[in-house]
């Protein structure tokens, strides 16, 4: 990381012990980076606050609803997020297992370093490796676009979209809808549904606004015979 200006290290505190002597062994030139580095308790909190999340995956996927892209343009996209203020995240899973499920839900772009098909693999190391020198170039590179805002309004976050995410599936709970539907893939399919369509902060809370509307409509509605039982 510290090899290509990436600072800020954010580790997701899990069960397995962590020889700390160990890492800040191998660290060498860049203890500080190590010193510096935040525990978290989830990936949620984890990439609170960034506009794109680029989860970096080599296995196949059930669910084709992410954007998949490749190093390079995933360092593009990142690096012009950056070049407008805005916070980024570049997520890795752990060497043996890699992201879970739960994990991509945080995700608005899947990463897929191309790699022989007998051998699609790379260790942790590797891989941030790779995608920590083509965001280096990118940041370098005079291709970062100017970005026109009307009022200056700001993109939505991932937890900000996420959090519409769940009020919806609430509400779709109440209906019913899961009754013959995948409720997770359901979800995925809405959330990365919004992450394509660019919306703003105040976007967002216009749709979360309408569907507080929608949930106090349905959960005050009428029962079926209170009408006849009133007129009695």
């Given at each position: 990381?510290?090899?290509?200006?990436?600072?800020?290290?954010?580790?997701?505190?899990?069960?397995?012990?962590?020889?700390?002597?160990?890492?800040?062994?191998?660290?060498?030139?860049?203890?500080?980076?190590?010193?510096?580095?935040?525990?978290?308790?989830?990936?949620?909190?984890?990439?609170?606050?960034?506009?794109?999340?680029?989860?970096?995956?080599?296995?196949?996927?059930?669910?084709?609803?992410?954007?998949?892209?490749?190093?390079?343009?995933?360092?593009?996209?990142?690096?012009?997020?950056?070049?407008?203020?805005?916070?980024?995240?570049?997520?890795?899973?752990?060497?043996?297992?890699?992201?879970?499920?739960?994990?991509?839900?945080?995700?608005?772009?899947?990463?897929?370093?191309?790699?022989?098909?007998?051998?699609?693999?790379?260790?942790?190391?590797?891989?941030?490796?790779?995608?920590?020198?083509?965001?280096?170039?990118?940041?370098t590179t005079p291709q970062r676009r100017e970005t026109w805002r009307e009022d200056g309004a700001k993109r939505a976050t991932i937890d900000q979209l996420n959090?519409?995410?769940?009020?919806?599936?609430?509400?779709?709970?109440?209906?019913?809808?899961?009754?013959?539907?995948?409720?997770?893939?359901?979800?995925?399919?809405?959330?990365?549904?919004?992450?394509?369509?660019?919306?703003?902060?105040?976007?967002?809370?216009?749709?979360?606004g309408v569907l507080n509307k929608l949930r106090w409509s349905i959960e005050h509605r009428p029962r079926t015979g209170d009408a006849g039982a009133s007129q009695?």
């Amino acid at each position: 990381m510290a090899n290509f200006g990436l600072t800020d290290l954010r580790l997701v505190r899990g069960t397995e012990p962590y020889d700390h002597g160990e890492a800040h062994n191998m660290a060498a030139g860049a203890r500080d980076l190590l010193a510096s580095a935040s525990w978290v308790g989830s990936v949620a909190e984890a990439v609170e606050g960034a506009t794109v999340v680029m989860a970096c995956t080599a296995r196949p996927r059930r669910w084709k609803t992410w954007e998949v892209v490749d190093p390079r343009p995933a360092a593009t996209l990142l690096a012009e997020r950056a070049g407008e203020g805005e916070a980024t995240v570049l997520l890795f899973g752990q060497e043996d297992h890699g992201l879970s499920r739960e994990d991509l839900a945080h995700a608005t772009h899947l990463c897929s370093i191309p790699t022989s098909g007998s051998h699609s693999s790379l260790n942790l190391s590797q891989a941030v490796l790779l995608l920590g020198w083509e965001w280096a170039q990118a940041g370098t590179t005079p291709q970062r676009r100017e970005t026109w805002r009307e009022d200056g309004a700001k993109r939505a976050t991932i937890d900000q979209l996420n959090q519409a995410v769940e009020q919806a599936g609430v509400l779709l709970d109440q209906i019913d809808f899961f009754r013959r539907r995948l409720r997770p893939q359901t979800l995925a399919m809405l959330r990365h549904a919004l992450v394509n369509t660019d919306l703003k902060e105040r976007d967002v809370q216009f749709l979360r606004g309408v569907l507080n509307k929608l949930r106090w409509s349905i959960e005050h509605r009428p029962r079926t015979g209170d009408a006849g039982a009133s007129q009695e």
